[in-house]
């Protein structure tokens, strides 16, 4: 008989655990205990005790930057998180050439079960599950049976146990896709990050990355990971804390998973270890400067897998010498698998595969010009419509401000203007840049056939 645990829906743009911390902190003292007495509001002494009680141990520093305190809430892959919690050029600096710590709490966590486990969940996504090695993981789509992309997920092994990781944007949406095709398996999904009420009370995440971020597990004792998309459990504070090394381009990146009641207590010891905090406008631009794509931004639902993924091994004019040479280039973030079983969509996407190539591509770009909004259409020399930007932001770096950005560009207009067709092997990259426009200023844009060195300019 088949079993299925469904998920409680998470509430839109539902404040993360931190960013209900930094909230409560700012608060008025008096907002925290309704009905208080007047003679204990006659006792300036009591009144004026630090809210510090509501999390035992937690957030001297951060009283003492009232920034951090009044950031912002924005929403941010379907929660409320802080936008910036330092000056953009601090943040920056803290990514590329330090440590930053920040919020990663729209991340959710479902656990995989019954005996059916992995030829079910197989048999959902496009990148291998069955040879996943242990405490690996690795990016897939979710497709439906015309190859459309329907969201993007992480799968993760633990021994024998499997998990997805998913935004909070994406939670209930993809569940439910992938509950339709629980038919006769024993398979429950069974959610990690919300309880039965749809509260946001079991486990969640921060994030610390940069190149420093190794030094900073260290002074707290925590291991680090050699290699992307892996992970490992530790000892910290007590508990068990979950690190995952995420997947990187240009810095490290990894999840700390805590409770959430946890998240404040491991939020000061990342800042007293020196990772500096981060809100999520920064951190977004250096995932676009890394040219890894949103589902919802940069990938829609019309969208074919190899349209979108995987990105740097299909990019034009990346030959080996340039691979090679590049310190930073990273394995690609492959999500399709063309080695494993049957899967949902997988006729689409093997016909693609050998019989013929998709006419455009999801590209990194970096720009010369203001940062021009989703939806600006790319224009080639002549006027033609070369493709429109899905993604654009702007670096604050120490050498100068960098606008980097990701598009969707038409396949004819990544050749060579000598070459009406796409030829054996690679095709040649557009000699010419882009242009676009904001009001009436013009921008230029070329596409990257490698990631950028930051810290070089």
């Known amino acids: 008989m088949t079993e299925t645990a469904t998920p409680q829906a998470i509430p839109a743009d539902r404040p993360t655990p931190l960013a209900t911390m930094l909230a409560q902190l700012a608060a008025p003292q008096v907002a925290i205990f309704p009905g208080a007495m007047k003679s204990m509001r006659a006792n300036s002494e009591q009144l004026a005790a630090p809210q510090v009680a509501i999390f035992p141990g937690a957030m001297k520093s951060m009283r003492a930057n009232s920034e951090q305190l009044a950031a912002p809430q924005v929403p941010y892959r379907g929660v409320l998180t802080p936008?910036?919690?330092?000056?953009?050029?601090?943040?920056?600096?803290?990514?590329?050439?330090?440590?930053?710590?920040?919020?990663?709490?729209?991340?959710?966590?479902?656990?995989?079960?019954?005996?059916?486990?992995f030829r079910w969940l197989s048999g959902m996504v496009t990148n291998t599950v069955n040879d996943l090695a242990i405490n690996a993981g690795a990016w897939n789509l979710v497709l439906n049976a015309q190859g459309r992309i329907q969201g993007d997920l992480h799968v993760g092994r633990e021994g024998d146990k499997l998990e997805l990781t998913i935004a909070a944007d994406q939670y209930d949406r993809l569940l439910a896709h992938l509950e339709r095709f629980i038919i006769?398996?024993?398979?429950?999904?069974t959610p990690l990050s919300v309880n039965a009420n749809g509260e946001l009370n079991e486990d969640s995440a921060l994030g610390l990355s940069g190149p420093l971020a190794g030094n900073v597990l260290a002074r707290l004792g925590l291991p680090t990971l050699a290699e992307s998309m892996t992970s490992t459990l530790a000892a910290w504070n007590g508990q068990q804390l979950r690190v995952v090394r995420g997947y990187s381009v240009l810095v490290p990146h990894y999840e700390l998973w805590v409770r959430a009641t946890e998240i404040p207590t491991l939020w000061q010891a990342l800042v007293e270890a020196g990772a500096n905090p981060v809100g999520a406008a920064t951190l977004d631009a250096l995932r676009i400067a890394e040219g890894i794509p949103a589902y919802g931004i940069d990938i829609a639902e019309r969208d074919l897998?190899?349209?979108?993924?995987?990105?740097?091994?299909?990019?034009?004019?990346?030959?080996k010498s340039v691979r090679?040479?590049?310190?930073?280039?990273?394995?690609?973030?492959?999500?399709?698998?063309?080695?494993?079983?049957?899967?949902?969509?997988?006729?689409?996407?093997?016909?693609?595969?050998?019989?013929?190539?998709?006419?455009?591509?999801?590209?990194?770009?970096?720009?010369?010009?203001?940062?021009?909004a989703a939806g600006t259409e790319l224009i080639l020399e002549g006027?033609?419509?070369?493709?429109?930007?899905?993604?654009?932001?702007?670096?604050?770096?120490?050498?100068?401000?960098?606008?980097?950005?990701?598009?969707?560009?038409?396949?004819?207009?990544?050749?060579?203007?000598?070459?009406?067709?796409?030829?054996?092997?690679?095709?040649?990259?557009?000699?010419?840049?882009?242009?676009?426009?904001?009001g009436s200023a013009t921008g230029a844009a070329r596409i990257l056939v490698a990631p950028p060195k930051l810290e070089d300019g």
Not at 91 to 110: F, I, P
Not at 342 to 371: A, D
Request: aromatic share 4%; with cysteine.
């Open 83 to 117: 936008r910036e919690l330092d000056a953009p050029q601090k943040e920056t600096a803290a990514l590329v050439s330090a440590a930053a710590v920040h919020d990663l709490g729209w991340l959710r966590r479902v656990a995989v079960r019954g005996e059916d486990r």
């Open 184 to 189: 006769m398996d024993d398979v429950v999904l």
């Open 305 to 319: 897998p190899q349209e979108v993924a995987p990105q740097v091994a299909t990019l034009p004019g990346a030959t």
């Open 324 to 372: 090679a040479n590049s310190e930073q280039l990273a394995p690609p973030l492959v999500a399709l698998s063309f080695n494993k079983g049957c899967y949902l969509g997988q006729e689409v996407v093997e016909r693609i595969h050998s019989r013929g190539s998709v006419h455009r591509h999801l590209r990194q770009l970096e720009l010369s010009g203001s940062v021009p």
């Open 383 to 438: 006027g033609a419509i070369a493709g429109q930007i899905t993604s654009a932001a702007e670096l604050p770096l120490p050498s100068g401000s960098r606008v980097f950005a990701l598009g969707m560009i038409r396949g004819e207009a990544e050749l060579s203007p000598q070459r009406q067709r796409p030829v054996a092997g690679n095709p040649e990259p557009h000699n010419q840049p882009f242009t676009y426009s904001v």
